[in-house]
């Protein structure tokens, strides 16, 4: 059984930075992928950035060239830049055991709200 427990989060004004973690119950290397999910009120739960072996890493538009996802022996990270209002959202880090794009360990989600 894989445990996820995330870290972080919290409350910014518009243009500052998080950072998120997210600690694994075992190596993130045994992981086929890693990500980062979003959800904001009223709206599905978006892809935000994922993470495949060592370095490959991919990105939803929308935070590309402001998030930094990336992994260490056992913690997940989000780095989060220059944020905006519309980065408000509860965040999930989630991991695939099974397949490349199908998340199966979940963790319990994180609030950020970013304040204009």
């Known amino acids: 059984q894989v445990q996820l427990e995330q870290s972080g989060g919290g409350l910014v004004q518009a243009g500052g930075s998080l950072r998120l973690s997210c600690a694994a119950s075992?190596?993130?290397?045994?992981?086929?992928?890693m990500g980062w999910y979003r959800q904001a009120p009223g709206e599905q739960r978006e892809l935000v950035a994922t993470?495949?072996?060592?370095?490959a890493t991919s990105y939803a538009d929308s935070v590309k060239g402001r998030f930094t996802i990336s992994r260490d022996a056992r913690t997940l990270h989000l780095q989060m830049n220059s944020l905006q209002p519309e980065d408000t959202a509860v965040y999930y880090c989630?991991?695939?055991?099974?397949?490349?794009?199908?998340?199966?360990?979940w963790g319990q989600g994180t609030q950020v709200t970013v304040s204009p």
């Open positions: 993470i495949t072996g060592v370095t």
């Open positions: 075992r190596s993130t290397l045994s992981f086929i992928a």
């Open positions: 989630a991991a695939a055991t099974r397949a490349r794009h199908v998340f199966d360990y």
